[in-house]
DNA sequence: ATAAATATGTAGCGAGTGCTACATGGGCTT
DNA sequence: AAGCCCATGTAGCACTCGCTACATATTTAT
C-alpha cells in the first residue's frame, strides 16, 4: 500500500509556533498538556517526548515567544521616530491598545506574576521581552533627545507603570498622572 | 460526658484571617481547596458550605486582604511626610523591598495578571488596592509639593512601573530611569 | 416535646493532571 | 536480508481538582 501518511516527523520547530500560539490565546492557565497537545496536533505522549517534560515545554515556549516579540512590536509601528518623548509615549500606549497586542499583553503579566514567584524559564522570558522592548523604545527616542538611553529607561518605567494600572481598571489614574508629568 | 468540642461554629469571618495569610504564603497557585482547608483548620466540604463555591471564595478572600492592605501600608512607615518627591519615590521603593512586603508584592502580580484576564474579583481587589495606594501616597506626598494630587498619580506609576521591572530582572533598567528622571 | 434549621463528618464522583510502560511501524545502516 | 533506532499509538497509573450525596449531631423555634 503507498504511503498514506507522510512519516509527519513532527519536531520542537514545528511544534512550537503552535503551541506558542495556543497560549497566547489561552493563558498559561490553559496550559496543560492535552489541550496543547491538540491545538498542535500531536498527543501529550509526545509533548513530553519531544521536550523532555512539561516545566521544559513552557520554558522553550516562553523563550520562544520572547523570540518573536520584537518582531511584533516592529511590525505594530512605522519606522519614522516620534518628535518628542510625549509622542513617543503617546503612540507606544496606543499601540497597547490595539486588539492585537491583548494577547501579548495579558501573557505578560502572568509572565510577571510568574517570574516575581520564581517559576523556571518566567524570569527569563519576562527579562528578555523588556530588553527586547528597552532597546526599541530606544531606537524610537526622539533624534534630539538629551538622553536617549537614560530617557528611554524613563518612559519605559511610565510606560510599563500606566499600563499596570490600566491593567487593573485605573487608566484613568495613568492618564492623569502622565498629565501631571507633562509627557 | 462533658461538651469535649465545644460547637467551633466556623464562620466566614473566623475563615478569611487564615485563609487570606496561606494565600499570601503561597499564592494563588496552590490556593485549592483542600489545602485551604487545612490550613484554615476545617475542610473542603465546610469551605464550600460557607462561601458557596470557590469563586466566590476566592473572591471574598481577594477583597478581605485588599481591606487589610492599607494597614500594612501605615504600619510600614512613620508618620512623617517625605521632603521631596525623590524622597517620597525611594522611601516608598525602599519599603517595596522588606520582606514583610514580599508575599504583598508576589501576590499583587498574580491579581493583576487575573485582572488583564478577566477572572471574576481580581479586577475589584486590585482596582481597589490601587486605589488604597494611591490615597495613602497622596497623604505622604510632600507639604509644600504644588501639585500633590496629579503628582501623586505620577509617582504611582513610576513606582509601579520600577517595581514590575524589578520582578522581571530589569531592577537596573528602572533605577536608571529613575535617574535620568530626576526621581 | 417536636420539628425545623444549622453545622459538620465520611465517602465518593467524574474530570483532569503530568507522566510512563509497552508495543509497533517504518526508515536506516550494514 | 537483518537488525537497529526513531517516531508514534494505546492504555493506563497515581494523583488532585471542585463539588455533592448522605447521614448525623446540635441548636433553635413552635
Known amino acids: ?57 513552557i520554558t522553550d515556549v516562553l523563550a520562544y515567544i520572547a523570540g518573536i516579540y520584537s518582531a511584533v512590536l516592529d511590525a505594530g509601528m512605522g519606522e519614522e521616530r516620534a518628535a518628542t518623548r510625549q509622542q513617543c509615549v503617546a503612540r507606544i500606549l496606543a499601540q497597547g491598545r490595539e486588539p492585537a497586542m491583548q494577547p501579548f499583553l495579558v501573557l505578560w503579566w502572568e509572565i510577571v506574576a510568574g517570574s516575581a514567584r520564581g517559576v523556571s524559564g518566567y524570569r527569563e522570558a519576562g527579562e528578555r521581552m523588556m530588553s527586547e522592548l528597552l532597546l526599541w523604545l530606544e531606537t524610537q527616542m526622539p533624534v534630539d533627545d538629551p538622553d536617549p538611553v537614560g530617557g528611554a529607561r524613563y518612559l519605559l518605567t511610565i510606560i510599563e507603570g500606566s499600563m499596570m494600572l490600566s491593567a487593573v481598571g485605573h487608566a484613568r489614574t495613568a492618564r492623569e498622572g502622565l498629565v501631571a508629568s507633562g509627557l
Chains 1, 2 share one sequence.
Do not use: C, V, W
Not at 497537545?37 to 519531544?50: E, F, N, V
Open 1 to 57: 500500500m503507498q504511503n498514506t501518511s507522510k512519516k509527519p516527523q513532527m519536531s520542537k520547530e514545528m511544534l512550537l509556533p503552535k503551541l506558542a500560539d495556543y497560549i497566547l490565546k489561552n493563558g498559561m492557565g490553559g496550559a496543560s498538556l492535552r489541550p496543547l497537545a491538540k491545538a498542535a496536533g500531536t498527543s501529550d505522549r509526545m509533548l513530553i517526548y519531544h521536550f523532555g517534560n512539561k516545566e521544559q515545554l
